[in-house]
C-alpha cells in the first residue's frame, strides 16, 4: 500500500525531506517561477548559487545543447545575498518544502559572508556550498584540491548551524579525497556531482560556442560518471550523498539510490520535463512496493554506513 511506504530522508541536522527527489541547483531559480511543479512530490528546492552581492553572468551565448547533454556557463548571475534574504526567504517560510540555498563566492570570505546572513534567516532550511568557483586568490577551484574544500567548509561550518552540504565537482583525479576532507571539516552531507567541464565549436563561425569559451556539461551524457562517482563516495564516507547528474527516469534515479545516494537531484530535466519531479518520486515509490521494501534505506546494494537516512 502506497500510503505505508516511507519515502523520507533524513540528511542530519533536523533537515528531513518527504521525498528523495530534489532539484538542483541553477535549474529552478529561487523556486518562483516553476508553476508547471507538483511541488508536493518534491523533497527540498535548491536555489541558484548566491553570492555576497549581486551579479549580471556572462555574455550570451550561455547554453549549448550537445548530443546528450547541456553545456552551460551562465556565470553565476543572481540578485546576492541580501535580496534572497530580505524578499525570498520569508516566502519561503511559508513553504512546506525545505528550500536549500546553493552558496558560491570568489574568496572563502564570500562563503562566510553569505552563510552568517543566512544562518539567521527563517525560511532557510539549509545551504548547499559550490566548490567549483575559482579562489581569485590563486586561480583554482575551491573544490579541486581536498583542503582548500577542507578550509571554505570549515569556515562555513564555523558560523553556522544550519545543515551544510557540499557539492563536490567531478574535474578531479580523486573525488573520494575530496569528499573526505569536507566530512573531516564538519560537512553534513555530500552533493555529487556539479558539471564537467567540456565545450562546443561553431564550425562556421569558428570560434567556441559559449562567450566563456569552456562550460560545465549535464544531462545524460554524465550520468554513469556521476553514478559511479556517487558508488565510490557513498562506499567512502559516513555522512548522506545527494546523487546528481543526468538523471531523467525514476529508473535512473533508482541507479544512484541503489549505488548509495540517500537522495537525489533533478537538473537538466527540469528543462525537458518539468513533470519529470512528480514521474520520477511515484516512480521510486511503485519500485518500493513492487519489490516489497518499506523505505529507502532498503535500497542501496551494499550497506551503507550512513546512520542518518536509514
Ligand atoms: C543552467 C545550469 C545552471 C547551473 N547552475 C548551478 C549553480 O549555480 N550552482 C551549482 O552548484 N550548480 C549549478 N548547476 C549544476 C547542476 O546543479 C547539476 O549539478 C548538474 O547540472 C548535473 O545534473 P544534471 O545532469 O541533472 O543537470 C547548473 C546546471 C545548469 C544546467
Not at 25 to 31: K, L, N, P, R, W
Not at 290 to 295: I, S, V
Request: net charge negative; hydrophobic share 50%; proline share 6%.
Amino acid at each position: 500500500m502506497a500510503e505505508l511506504l516511507d519515502l523520507s530522508v533524513d540528511l542530519g541536522r533536523g533537515l528531513r525531506l518527504r521525498s528523495p527527489v530534489m532539484v538542483a541547483s541553477g535549474t529552478f531559480g529561487y523556486g518562483f517561477d516553476a508553476p508547471l511543479v507538483d511541488r508536493t512530490a518534491l523533497g527540498a528546492i535548491v536555489t541558484k548559487g548566491t553570492t555576497p552581492t549581486a551579479r549580471d553572468g556572462n555574455a550570451p551565448t550561455r547554453i549549448a545543447e550537445t548530443a546528450s547533454g547541456l553545456l552551460n556557463a551562465i556565470g553565476l548571475q543572481n540578485p546576492g545575498v541580501d535580496q534572497v534574504a530580505r524578499l525570498y526567504a520569508p516566502v519561503w517560510a511559508q513553504w512546506d518544502v525545505p528550500v536549500i540555498v546553493n552558496v558560491a563566492g570568489d574568496a572563502v570570505e564570500d562563503y562566510i559572508a553569505v552563510a552568517r546572513r543566512l544562518d539567521s534567516t527563517a525560511g532557510v532550511a539549509g545551504m548547499e556550498l559550490n566548490i567549483s568557483c575559482p579562489n581569485v586568490a590563486n586561480g583554482l577551484q575551491f573544490g579541486l584540491d581536498p583542503r582548500m574544500a577542507a578550509h571554505v567548509t570549515a569556515s562555513v561550518r564555523a558560523v553556522t548551524r544550519l545543515p551544510l552540504l557540499v557539492k563536490l565537482t567531478p574535474n578531479v583525479t580523486d573525488i573520494v579525497a575530496v569528499g573526505r576532507a569536507v566530512e573531516d571539516a564538519g560537512a553534513d552531507g555530500v552533493s555529487a556531482i556539479n558539471t564537467y567541464v567540456g565545450m562546443a565549436i561553431d564550425v562556421h563561425r569558428r570560434r567556441p560556442v559559449l562567450s566563456g569559451e569552456s562550460g560545465g556539461l549535464s544531462g545524460p551524457a554524465i550520468k554513469p560518471l556521476a553514478l559511479h562517482a556517487v558508488w565510490q563516495l557513498a562506499a567512502a564516507l559516513s555522512i548522506p550523498v545527494v546523487g546528481i547528474g543526468g538523471i531523467m527516469t525514476a529508473a535512473d534515479a533508482l541507479e544512484f539510490l541503489l549505488a548509495g545516494a540517500a537522495a537525489v537531484q533533478l537538473g537538466t530535466v527540469n528543462y525537458v520535463r518539468p513533470q519529470a519531479v512528480r514521474e520520477i518520486r511515484d516512480g521510486i515509490a511503485a519500485y518500493l512496493e513492487e519489490h516489497d521494501l518499506r523505505a529507502l534505506g532498503a535500497l542501496p546494494i551494499r550497506p551503507v554506513r550512513v546512520e542518518a537516512h536509514v
